[in-house]
T-cell receptor
Framework: GESVGLHLPTLSVQEGDNSIINCAYSNSASDYFIWYKQESGKGPQFIIDIRSNMDKRQGQRVTVLLNKTVKHLSLQIAATQPGDSAVYFCAEKAGGSYIPTFGRGTSLIVHP | DTAVSQTPKYLVTQMGNDKSIKCEQNLGHDTMYWYKQDSKKFLKIMFSYNNKELIINETVPNRFSPKSPDKAHLNLHINSLELGDSAVYFC??????????????FGEGSRLTVL
């Protein structure tokens, strides 16, 4: 079946480095993508979203890139801080679907 | 002021018991959800309600019964608890099915441990 997945289950970086978290999706009908951050003991929180008519969107220290040709999504975090340590999820939503489908999370560990 | 609140945060119980988890949102959203997160952090949709009406019911045992008394509340009742029900259950809400955003607002989670 079609699914959303992540390439790296765990990513370790040094404080101050840039982090890139990747996500592959296979549903060509998906037209809306969201990144969530889940800190330990908490629920996922919205970080940034992007629609399929865009290939890049920037927020505060975060950038999401969408490559529809290869069905790939990435989240870039600039100047990673210890507070960025969390599990990150990508989620996709097709136009005809009511709810987003979550991919497997990637655990980001930031070393001081 | 918590937007999506669920209780209890922790629940430890014996196999075979019946338990409930409550969820309330004060965001004025039309749509609410229950997700199950397993030990590997995978988030799986269980149910979704829109304006108190069930719209999504994934392949979930009928021991799980959601109830939405009004659009601000979505409770989850579980009968005859099994070991495999141990997980963290998340309630979430969103603006509505026709909203231009699919952003979900999650509660803090309820960790259920079945012994």
């Amino acid at each position: 079946g079609e699914s959303v997945g992540l390439h790296l289950p765990t990513l370790s970086v040094q404080e101050g480095d840039n982090s890139i978290i990747n996500c592959a999706y296979s549903n060509s009908a998906s037209d809306y993508f969201i990144w969530y951050k889940q800190e330990s003991g908490k629920g996922p929180q919205f970080i940034i979203d992007i629609r399929s008519n865009m290939d890049k969107r920037q927020g505060q220290r975060v950038t999401v890139l969408l490559n529809k040709t290869v069905k790939h999504l990435s989240l870039q975090i600039a100047a990673t801080q210890p507070g960025d340590s969390a599990v990150y999820f990508c989620a996709e939503k097709a136009g005809g679907s009511y709810i987003p489908t979550f991919g497997r999370g990637t655990s980001l560990i930031v070393h001081p | 002021d918590t937007a999506v609140s669920q209780t209890p945060k922790y629940l430890v119980t014996q196999m075979g018991n019946d338990k409930s988890i409550k969820c309330e949102q004060n965001l004025g959203h039309d749509t609410m959800y229950w997700y199950k997160q397993d030990s590997k952090k995978f988030l799986k949709i269980m149910f979704s309600y829109n304006n108190k009406e069930l719209i999504i019911n994934e392949t979930v045992p009928n021991r799980f019964s959601p109830k939405s008394p009004d659009k601000a509340h979505l409770n989850l009742h579980i009968n005859s608890l099994e070991l495999g029900d141990s997980a963290v259950y998340f309630c979430a809400s969103s603006l509505g099915l026709s909203a231009n955003t699919g952003e979900l607002f999650f509660g803090e989670g309820s960790r259920l441990t079945v012994l």
